[in-house]
């Protein structure tokens, strides 16, 4: 069965960086398609980047320009880079894969942006 265990959520200042990593236990070229969610308390959950296995990306228009979604074949994670971070980008941060059969989900990373 897939795990999915989200790393490197934090306090961060408004204006700062920070690099998510999503650690699997199968491998990532198993995977059809690897999101980026986010959900804030009270908020909907909202696919922030999307990475499909060719290699075309997708992302939210709140988070263009200062996000990118990548995976690293040798450490087998799938990772998020976020720039320029905002109050706005706050909650958790959580890792989905689809492969042939199923999606699977992480428990999710708390991201907290403020002063």
């Known amino acids: 069965q897939v795990q999915l265990v989200e790393s490197g959520g934090r306090l961060v200042q408004p204006g700062g960086s920070l690099r998510l990593s999503c650690a699997a236990s199968g491998s990532i070229s198993s995977f059809l398609v690897m999101h980026w969610y986010r959900q804030a308390p009270g908020k909907r959950r909202d696919m922030v980047a999307t990475?499909?296995?060719?290699?075309?990306?997708i992302y939210a228009d709140s988070v263009k320009g200062r996000f990118i979604i990548s995976r690293d074949n040798a450490a087998n994670t799938i990772n998020l880079q976020m720039y320029s971070l905002e109050p706005e980008d706050t909650g958790l941060y959580l890792c989905?894969?689809?492969?042939?059969?199923?999606?699977?989900w992480g428990q999710g990373t708390q991201v907290t942006v403020s002063s």
């Open positions: 990475l499909i296995n060719d290699g075309r990306t």
């Open positions: 989905n894969v689809h492969d042939r059969l199923a999606a699977y």
